[in-house]
Each structure stands twice: as structure tokens, then as C-alpha cells.
């Protein structure tokens, strides 16, 4: 028999079929499921990411997409092993969101080991594009020198220029005072100490007393979730906020906010990257959201899951592949444009930018229900949100 | 002012005085395990589990009934409490004849069970609950400004811990549990329910750990996950103080607060493990704990 005819048979059922063929992606989103961070991240970062498939079509242009998920507890050692047995025994192609910087940066390094994709929306740390930045890594939502400059500037600005730091004692915490130390000082404010309090803490009374008697007007909460609702509540109970210091929470998501009460969390100042009211477009895609979440609005971080994975797809669609090496190039070759995020790009060091806000967290009057709680005080543009790319030391710029 | 380490006494002073109050929240529950274990023998990893649900049914008290702080105070430990009878009668009870390990890993996944439910339901953020008027605001001690809720917890606490622990070595129905775990079958022959006897003594045990979670609400915020990270200090908590031992729990909570508030000012990164460094040095150098007795 002719060995061509099979062969002409399976090209003109491809050809009928409409696109080149069929591409099998598996995607593996891995963040806390149960801990602290799980209702920023957690589930609600698997719809997002079913969604964009979904608002993809990827099954219509011949990609098949498998989602599975796991729960790293926010422990390195629990990610580094679930990662690596998603890439070797799994048949895992990218992994998605992570937060938890130290978890992070073990999911970048074994990426990199594994040739794979890692696309961050989670975790904070900028080394991720620093100092340790890799070729398989794009960290899409935020990072802790955006923050530094978003809610650092804006407080510095208003003249609290001497600071004290209550820092979660991990990369993350690490991090975000070390760059919003460097911004306090640029712009000729002080830091007079700081207190590393173990992570998930309960009790921060102790630490928020030395923050009192440092003598500083801004006391810079560098840490993430529970531990900054609980610091919040804390500081009122012990009069801080009466007595004339002011809190900074360097980092706050809309589920903090949420648990928090606007009672408690009203006139604070925050930076992020999405905010479900924002335009016509993150309201559509939010209240769909929602919907399939119990009604909690998404979080920037799902956000960043959402659009991450569309601009994924995009690239392998373009690419006609899964092999890490052409998708990567294609999708910081091609800008990425998205209903959350707008318009923007990728950058070599594997940054994602885009325009970044600066909120004011609304008084109960002035709140319209649940999840109505921002206003918008100003947007930072893209091209100052984000560290220069030369300043970050990676080693991928040249 | 003059400095103790070369940190001003005033700062020091506020320092021993949040150790204490966090030292009340550890007597309260190694005091409810103390309890259990010295007269059940079993070894309660439900405990913090418990203790959030105290903080939950609090919550629920008031959020769908409108039931405030001051009755949730009273309800909530008989409401807890008599979950716990339940377990003990369905479940713990075919235990007793077993070794320890065997209630350890059914309390343990009870635990676990219990906290995914919860979890399931409410998410891990938190849910808020107000402090109640009468205790809002604070005193300026002029070391530091204390909270009135603070203030009013480490009353709460102490009360509560001294009331039981003359309730079970001074009164005449501690003296019946006590002989009770001695020796069941001859306390059984004077015409004693022993099996009543010990059922309630757990529901007992189980309702302090939901009074120290109604305590906890309005401070910490009422999450799934609260009783988790506390339980494991809790139990270090009862081994340095001695298995079983009542008023061991009490003191060892009470000192190890205000240990761990000491090393949040001289070594903040070392305090979620001072309390277990401590409780290695005290297996080396005395094995059944502080106050324990050797068995």
C-alpha cells in the first residue's frame, strides 16, 4: 500500500478541520488553598483561569486545555515538590500564579531547571525579575517595588517622611521593606527601624508598641493578608492610629478590605492593578466572575491569572507549539492587550506592564454595598509603575 | 527613665503586661487539655478546632439571632460543649480502652474535618466582630495604653482558671472525678455514673475552649485557621507544665506568655520558637514537665 495516501488523508481531514491541529496544553495553577492567602488567590484564581479559556475559545481554535490545581500551603518545599512532579510526571506545560515569594522563587528556579512556563500573579517579591530573574518566568501582576513607589511615594508626599517597618520575616516581607525603604530615602524621608514578626503571626500588639515608641509617623506594614487585617485591627484597639501615626499597608487586596470592614480600613492608601469597577470592561468580566465565585468580587491576583492565561494561549496559538522557548519569545514579542489590564507588554527581564492605582479605601457613608469600597486617587502610567529594566540587575538585559 | 538591655522599662513594662494577656489565652486552653488528659487520658487535638468554633457560634450568635457579646459569653460553651458530649458518646468513647495514639489521630482528623468545613464555608479571610460597648476605648497606664478588653481578658481568664482548678482539687465532685480516674470500677460500686461522669467532664473541657474562642473574637479575626497554629503551641504549652497537671497549665501558660512577649522585643524572628526551645530543655531536664508528677 502507499505510504502517502494516510498521510495526504490525515493533512485534508486537518485542512477541513479548520486550523493547523490540535494542540493538548496542560495548565497547572498552584497557590494556597487553605491558608492565609487562599481567598486572594485560591480557587477564585482557577476560575479566572477557566474563564480565559473559556472567553478564548481555545477549544474552536484546536487547543485543548487541561486545568489542575494544587495547594502549596505557602510553603517552598511543598511548591518545589508539586512543580516538579507537574513537569516530570504530570505533563504539566505552565504554571500559574504562586503567591508567596518564597514559594515563588522555588517554582521560578525548578521552571527554569525544567525548560517550562511560569507565569507569576501572586507573589510580590521583584526579584523575580531582578536578581533572579529567568528566561521561563513572567511575573504579570504586581510587584513589591510597585507598591513601594504607589503607596510609598503617595504617603511620603503627604510629609510622614519617618517610617518604622513591621515586616513578615520571608522574602516577600524582605522585599517590600527594602524597596519601600529605598523610596522613603530617595524622596528624603527616614526609616528609623523595623520588627520581622514571624509568618502567619496572630498577636501584633507587641510589634506595634515598638512601632509606637520609635518616635515614627508612618509605620509600614510589609506584610500580606490576615497578618495585615489583624495589624489594622490592632492598631486601633491599642490607639495608634488616635495618637497621630499613620498606618501604611504596602500591601492590600480587596478580600483584606472586605474582611476588614470599612469601619476599620477606611482613608487607608493602597496600590494595585486592578480594581473590579474600574471601566466598563473589568465590571463585565468582574460581575461574571463573581457569579461563579459565590459572589466575591476577584482580586487582582485572579485578575493577572485571568489575563496571564489568555496571553498564553494567544502565543500558542501564534506559535503553533508548547515547547517554552518560542512561546516565551512570542509572547513578549506581541503586546498584550486584555479587558483587565488594557493594553501593554512583556518585558525581557519577563516584567509585565501596565498601569498601576493608587486607591483611597471609602467610609462606610460613602460605600454603596459590598465590594463597592475604592476610590480612585490617581494612576500611575505604565512607564513609571514598574522598576527601570536596567536598574533591576537581570541578567537576561543587555 | 532607665533602660533594662538597652530597652527603656517603660516599653519593657508594656511588653510583660501583652505577654500576659496572651499568656491568658494559652492557661485557657492547656487548661481545658490539662483537664481532659489528666481525668480522660486522651490526648484532645480538637482543641483549637473548638476554639474557633467558639469564636464562630459567637459570631453566628450575633450575626443571625442578634445574641450579643455578654450572652454569647454564657451560650456559646454550652452550645460547643455539648457538640463535644456528642463526639464523646459517638465516637471517643470506644477509644478508652486503646492506646493514646488511637484518640490522638480521631481527634486529629476531627480537627481537620472540622476546620474544612468552616473553611469550606466561610473562606479564610475572617469575619468581624466588634468589641462590645461596655469594654470599647482604653486606660493610658503611661507605659503603655491598654485596651479595656485586654484588660477585662486577663480578669476573664484568671478567674476562670483558678475557679476550675479549685473545682476539681478542692470540692467534693473533683474529688469524685479525680478517684474516678484512679480507679473507675470501685468509684462505679459507691453508685457514681462514672461514664456520665467523664462525658461531661469532656463537654466541660471543650466548653473552656470555646470561652477562650468567644474571648478571642473581637481581637483576632474569627477565621477557620485560628485555632490551628495555636493548638501546637498549646500543647507545648501542657508538656512543659506537665501532662495533666491543672495547675501546671495554668502557670506555664500564663509565664510562657509573658516569655514570648520578651523575646518579641529583644529577637522578634526567634518567638514562634521560643516556647518550643523551651519545651525541649524541659523534656531534657525533667521529662514529666514542670509540675508533672512521675508516672
Same mark, same amino acid.
Given at each position: ?398 | ?84 458530649? !456528642? ?71 484568671? !478567674? ?104 518579641? !522585643? ?30
Amino acid at each position: 500500500m502507499n505510504i502517502a495516501t494516510p498521510i495526504l488523508a490525515a493533512a485534508m481531514g486537518l485542512a477541513m478541520a479548520g486550523s493547523a491541529y490540535a494542540i493538548d496544553v496542560k495548565i497547572g495553577v498552584l497557590n494556597d488553598r487553605s491558608g492565609t492567602y487562599a481567598d486572594l488567590s485560591g480557587e477564585g484564581s482557577v476560575i479566572a483561569a477557566q474563564m480565559a479559556v473559556e472567553d478564548f475559545g481555545a477549544a474552536d481554535r484546536g487547543i485543548n486545555v487541561e486545568i489542575i490545581s494544587a495547594d502549596h500551603q505557602n510553603k517552598p518545599d511543598v511548591a518545589s515538590t508539586i512543580a516538579r512532579q507537574w513537569y516530570d510526571e504530570e505533563g504539566v506545560d505552565a504554571i500559574f500564579d504562586v503567591p508567596t515569594s518564597s514559594a515563588a522563587l522555588a517554582v521560578n528556579e525548578i521552571t527554569r531547571e525544567k525548560n517550562k512556563i511560569f507565569i507569576d500573579s501572586g507573589a510580590a517579591s521583584s526579584d523575580l525579575t531582578g536578581a533572579q530573574c529567568s528566561p521561563n518566568t513572567v511575573h504579570w501582576t504586581y510587584d513589591t517595588w510597585a507598591l513601594a513607589n504607589g503607596t510609598g511615594a503617595a504617603m511620603v508626599e503627604t510629609g510622614a517622611d519617618k517610617w518604622f517597618f513591621l515586616t513578615a520575616d520571608y522574602a516577600f516581607g524582605h522585599a517590600l521593606e527594602a524597596d519601600t525603604s529605598a523610596v522613603v530615602e530617595e524622596t528624603g524621608g527616614e526609616v528609623l527601624g523595623s520588627v520581622r514578626h514571624p509568618f502567619p503571626g496572630q498577636d501584633f500588639s507587641s510589634y506595634l508598641l515598638q512601632a509606637q515608641s520609635s518616635g515614627a509617623e508612618v509605620i509600614g506594614l510589609a506584610n500580606a493578608g490576615g497578618d495585615t487585617v489583624n495589624a489594622i485591627k490592632q492598631a486601633a484597639e491599642f490607639g495608634i492610629t488616635q495618637s497621630g501615626q499613620s498606618l501604611a499597608a504596602l500591601l492590600m487586596f480587596i478580600t483584606d478590605v472586605h474582611a476588614l470592614g470599612l469601619d476599620a480600613a477606611q482613608g487607608l492608601v493602597l496600590t494595585e492593578s486592578f480594581y473590579w469597577d474600574l471601566n466598563e470592561g473589568t465590571r463585565q468580566w468582574s460581575e461574571r466572575f463573581a457569579e461563579r465565585n459565590g459572589g466575591d468580587m476577584p482580586t487582582m491576583v485572579h485578575a493577572g491569572v485571568y489575563a496571564g492565561v489568555l496571553h498564553y494561549l494567544k502565543a500558542i496559538e501564534e506559535t503553533g507549539t508548547i515547547d517554552a522557548g518560542p512561546v516565551m519569545e512570542a509572547m513578549k514579542a506581541m503586546p498584550t492587550s486584555d479587558p483587565l489590564f488594557g493594553e501593554g507588554e512583556i518585558r525581557a527581564d519577563g516584567r509585565k506592564v501596565h498601569d498601576m492605582y493608587l486607591f483611597r479605601v471609602k467610609s462606610p457613608d460613602a460605600s454603596e454595598g459590598a465590594w463597592d469600597y475604592y476610590d480612585l486617587v490617581y494612576t500611575i502610567p505604565a512607564e513609571n509603575a514598574f522598576r527601570p529594566i536596567e536598574e533591576g540587575g537581570c541578567e537576561l538585559v543587555e | 527613665m532607665f533602660e533594662i538591655f538597652g530597652i527603656p522599662a517603660a516599653a519593657l513594662f508594656g511588653q510583660l503586661l501583652l505577654g500576659l494577656i496572651n499568656g491568658s489565652f494559652y492557661a485557657l486552653l492547656s487548661l481545658g487539655l490539662a483537664v481532659i488528659f489528666g481525668l480522660l487520658n486522651i490526648i484532645n487535638f480538637t482543641h483549637g478546632a473548638q476554639y474557633m468554633m467558639g469564636a464562630f457560634v459567637a459570631w453566628m450568635l450575633l450575626t443571625y439571632l442578634g445574641v450579643d457579646y455578654w450572652w454569647a459569653l454564657i451560650l456559646v460553651p454550652v452550645i460547643v460543649g455539648a457538640t463535644g458530649i !456528642v463526639v464523646e458518646r459517638l465516637m471517643i468513647s470506644r477509644l478508652y480502652h486503646l492506646d493514646h495514639l488511637y484518640g490522638l489521630l480521631l481527634t486529629f482528623g476531627l480537627a481537620l474535618i472540622i476546620q474544612g468545613l468552616f473553611r469550606n464555608q466561610y473562606g479564610v479571610s475572617g469575619l468581624p466582630y466588634s468589641i462590645p460597648d461596655a469594654l470599647q476605648g482604653g486606660t493610658n497606664l503611661g507605659f503603655m495604653f491598654l485596651p479595656n478588653y485586654r484588660a477585662w481578658v486577663v480578669v476573664a481568664s484568671v !478567674v476562670v482558671c483558678f475557679g476550675t482548678w479549685f473545682l476539681i482539687e478542692k470540692t467534693r465532685l473533683g474529688a469524685y472525678l479525680r478517684a474516678a480516674t484512679e480507679n473507675p470500677k470501685m468509684v462505679g460500686a459507691f453508685g457514681i455514673n462514672v461514664p456520665r461522669l467523664i462525658t461531661l467532664t469532656y463537654g466541660f473541657g471543650v466548653g473552656l475552649a470555646a470561652l477562650a474562642g468567644v474571648l478571642a473574637a473581637p481581637i483576632y479575626s474569627v477565621n477557620p485557621n485560628m485555632g490551628a497554629d495555636l493548638i501546637i503551641v498549646v500543647f507545648a504549652v501542657v508538656v512543659i507544665g506537665g501532662m495533666g497537671s491543672i495547675m501546671g497549665a495554668i502557670l506555664t501558660g500564663f509565664g510562657l506568655g509573658i516569655v514570648e512577649g520578651l523575646t518579641r !522585643v529583644f529577637y522578634a524572628e526567634a518567638s514562634a520558637v521560643v516556647i518550643f526551645v523551651i519545651m525541649a530543655l524541659v523534656l531534657l531536664i525533667k521529662p514529666a514537665g514542670l509540675f508533672g508528677r512521675v508516672a
